[in-house]
């Protein structure tokens, strides 16, 4: 475990596309103390050692996604991973795989958000005006809300799919992000766009696709589990082709009010003219 | 957006099929399934063809292929073929139980630290290992026995 | 929803194949361990006589279906994720399917040639 400013060799992976075809490997020796994490050494290194190196950072608390790297081979994200988890002196740093590299340790995630956006990821409810109402909320239960609630938590960092071995070579696969969020609106009892979400995921770089390696439950950084989450997908499927399932989702809404209350005035001296 | 900039291919590729970190048995299991798979497949051309076009040419070239294929090369690879077996059906079984949604548990509210759906039923993963090393052993303990069928 | 009849297919002829090859690999391959285990499965007299039985026609190409379906999707399913254009998942399709015809055909045809032939 590092104690106060013991050096650690950050191994990090190196690429301009202005001067260089290839990447290259760069070290460089970061003091650290109890608690450093990684996105630490790499911002010491920025402001110390190496200007020159790029790599995505935002709320450096694990929840916005942005650090996801390859920290000694498995991804993490570099916020969240403290040097001392990864129990060694040398820390070697590469981009996510399965992403192109833009520059140093930031990777291409538009193929990501794009494929996370065909699969329609938003509520597709309408009644029979087909419009949505925006008058009333949706009934909901808890149950009904524990069914899809864990693969809400998804903060797209790209993490599974590096981890996934289909994605490793099928540049065309989906993904368990885009398919776990599409299992997300498909057990919300308040869409129904099943229908339209399955006749995008099974394509012949969809949902078969999968083989349950089970690597991207492992490596998701905040628990949302996409590998359970698809084979929940596969099933709904399954029971939506066999027309042995429940059928497609009803959610009623809460009834209007039966007493409207006043509307507050406004005091003269805080009103504008 | 990046303008004037193409960013660099970084898919793993093939080989990240084989090893793309340090994950748990089932990315393992996943690998060995298409290995044996494969393995399998070439087996069951080569063995069609053996079992079609000299079938039907009478006892002497059945006896004469048979003789053939009766030396230890072959009966090693016909002792893979049978772990090869094992390993793909048994694993395949956990896979078509699991991937239909059964046996995978049910979704939970994640609390830290973190716990997947193949973490808390490793049980039945390794329930099917215990399988697939039962199955083998029948395949030995009968070359032991009397030689590969 | 064909694409998931066909995987569905897919996974109950690999449920066909555990039944049908197990009892072919426990005649051929375990019959030291059998009571009722022949001495040489592979000889002529037993091929022959297990080829005049109608249950081993039935067993023959059942397992012959299932197999051929299984290992040429599987092997299709391998093939899509390292293809990147629609016409290659064409001519890959097409092949598989008439490969797989073909060989259905001349392979069951011997089984049902040396029972009735």
């Known amino acids: 475990m590092p104690d106060k400013n013991t050096l650690v060799t950050f191994k990090v992976q190196k690429f301009d596309p202005d001067k260089y075809t290839h990447p290259h490997m760069q070290e460089y020796s970061v003091p650290t103390k109890r608690g450093t994490t990684i996105l630490d050494g790499l911002l010491y290194i920025k402001e110390h050692l190496d200007s020159t190196l790029a790599f995505r950072t935002s709320c450096r608390m694990g929840i916005c996604g942005s650090c996801g ?18 129990s060694s002196l ?24 794009e494929k996370h956006k065909s699969i329609r990821p938003y509520i ?9 109402d925006l008058t009333r909320e949706y009934v909901q239960i808890p149950e009904q809300v524990d069914e899809y609630e864990q693969f809400s938590y998804c903060i797209k960092c790209g993490i599974c799919i590096s981890a996934c071995p289909t994605s490793a070579s099928d540049v065309n696969f989906l993904g368990p992000q885009a398919l776990a969020q599409t299992y997300r609106y498909c057990a919300d009892n308040r869409d129904s766009g099943s229908a339209i979400r399955f006749k995008i995921t099974e394509t012949d770089h969809g949902v078969w696709r999968c083989h349950l390696a089970g690597a991207c439950s492992e490596a998701c950084p905040k628990g949302v589990d996409p590998g359970l989450a698809i084979q929940l997908l596969k099933n709904k499927m399954a029971q939506q082709t066999l027309s042995a399932g429940r059928k497609e989702n ?24 | 957006m990046q303008t004037g900039i193409k960013p660099l291919p970084n898919q793993l590729g093939v080989g990240g ?17 298409r290995v044996t798979g494969i393995g399998l497949l070439l087996f069951a051309f080569f063995h069609l063809f053996e079992t079609t076009v000299f079938r039907t040419q009478g006892q002497s070239v059945w006896e004469m292929t048979m003789r053939f294929l009766d030396n230890p090369l072959f009966e090693a690879g016909l002792i893979l073929v049978s772990l090869a077996f094992a390993i793909h059906s048994l694993n395949g079984l956990r896979l078509i139980i699991q991937e239909l949604g059964f046996l995978i548990g049910k979704p939970q509210r994640p609390v830290y630290p973190f716990s997947d759906a193949m973490r808390r039923k490793r049980g039945v993963t390794m329930i099917f290992m215990v399988l697939i090393f039962l199955l083998m052993a029948v395949f030995i303990v009968n070359l032991l026995i009397g030689g590969a069928g | ?25 426990t005649v051929q391959h375990l019959n030291n361990l059998l009571i009722t285990g022949e001495a040489d499965p592979t000889s002529w007299s037993s091929m022959i006589g297990r080829a005049a039985r109608e249950s081993w026609v039935v067993i023959y190409i059942l397992l012959l279906f299932f197999g051929l379906y299984h290992g040429l999707y599987g092997l299709r399913g391998i093939i899509l994720e390292v293809t990147r254009t629609e016409r290659t998942i064409r001519v890959v399709n097409w092949i598989f399917v008439i490969c797989g015809i073909a060989i259905f055909i001349w392979a069951s045809y011997v089984p049902i040639a040396l029972a009735y032939g």
């Not at chain 1, 790297?69 to 403290?82: D, G």
């Not at chain 1, 040398?90 to 958000?113: E, G, H, R, Y």
């Not at chain 1, 009803?250 to 003219?273: C, G, H, S």
Request: proline fraction near 9%; glycine fraction near 4%; hydrophobic fraction near 45%.
């Open chain 2, 17 to 33: 099929w084989f090893w793309a970190g340090n994950y748990k048995m089932e990315r393992y299991f996943y690998i060995l399934h």
């Open chain 1, 90 to 113: 040398l820390i070697t740093v590469k981009p996510l795989p399965n992403s192109p590299i833009i520059k140093d340790l930031a990777v291409d995630l538009m193929p990501f958000f």
């Open chain 3, 1 to 25: 929803m064909l694409k998931t009849r066909m995987h569905l297919l897919f996974l109950l002829s690999g449920i066909g194949i555990a039944i049908f090859l197990g009892i072919h690999m």
């Open chain 1, 250 to 273: 009803t959610v009623a809404l809460y009834p209007q009010p039966q007493e409207i209350k006043p509307r507050i005035q406004v005091p003269p001296f805080t009103a504008k003219k």
């Open chain 1, 124 to 132: 597709i409810q309408e009644n029979k005006n087909g419009q949505i």
């Open chain 1, 69 to 86: 790297m390859l920290i000694n081979n498995y991804p993490r994200l570099a916020c969240h991973t403290q040097i001392a988890e990864c």
